[in-house]
């Protein structure tokens, strides 16, 4: 068996080092070759989605992928694969994508006129309609929030429930943004205002992990709009 290892960016790598720990132990005849895709595609080919990559991919009988697109979020690669398969060209759009560090940033964006169209968390256009802001839906690129809320390692003995996050550092892709109101909502459940949180702002993927790992937050809401 032939299998293409894309480890991706994020806690990918990571997590697909330990998949290949396992993988040795249940098929140890397996072959596998790395192909890089999301930022790693960028940073080595200039694209999110290579053409070596494609073309490992297709020689294999079965992909183990990490995770991909680390400064744009997951939920945001068929915009990268889009733009690098040619299919904005096709219809005549020079489409430039641009990653913001979360929704509020990036909504400044679209009404300051820096951006003429973005992606983001649907929430954004209840929000800003609220602000007399009415902005239109063209396309759903996810069915459900992709959102993973997680507790540093030091603090998992500690939180047992939304409760225990009461006087915590909460990391969200930044101040304003749909993670942070999804963060509102949870402490609202719990019982906790805002006030008794400290919300600070650690943009997406990557930064979000090196920021509970370097334990600057106790815990992080990550994955959303760019």
């Known amino acids: 068996m032939k299998i293409a290892v894309m480890p991706g960016d994020g806690i990918g790598p990571e997590v697909v080092a330990q998949a290949l720990k396992a993988l040795q132990v249940v ?46 979020g997951i939920t945001y690669l068929p915009m990268l694969v889009a733009k690098q398969r040619g299919y904005f060209k096709d219809e005549g759009l020079d489409v430039t994508i641009a990653a913001f560090s979360g929704g509020s940033k990036t909504l400044e964006a679209l009404l300051g006129g820096g951006s003429d169209m973005v992606a983001g968390a649907y929430s954004n256009t209840i929000t800003m309609a609220t602000k007399g802001q009415h902005l239109v839906v063209v396309a759903a690129q996810v069915i459900c929030p992709g959102w993973i809320f997680g507790v540093s390692q030091k603090r998992g003995s500690d939180v047992k429930s939304p409760k225990d996050l009461k006087g915590l550092r909460i990391g969200v892709s930044a ?43 106790a815990h992080h809401s990550i994955e959303e709009e760019t």
């Open 175 to 217: 101040p304003g943004s749909s993670t942070h109101i999804a963060v509102n909502y949870i402490l609202h459940k719990a019982g906790l205002q805002p006030s008794d949180v400290s919300i600070i702002g650690v943009g997406q993927a990557a930064g979000a992990v090196a920021a509970v790992t370097s334990a600057s937050v």
């Open 27 to 72: 098929a140890p005849q397996a072959e596998t070759q790395e192909a890089p895709i999301g930022e790693a595609g960028i940073q080595a080919h200039g694209a999110p989605l290579p053409e070596r990559t494609l073309d490992v991919a297709r020689k294999a009988d079965a992909i183990l992928f990490g995770a991909a697109a680390a400064s744009t």
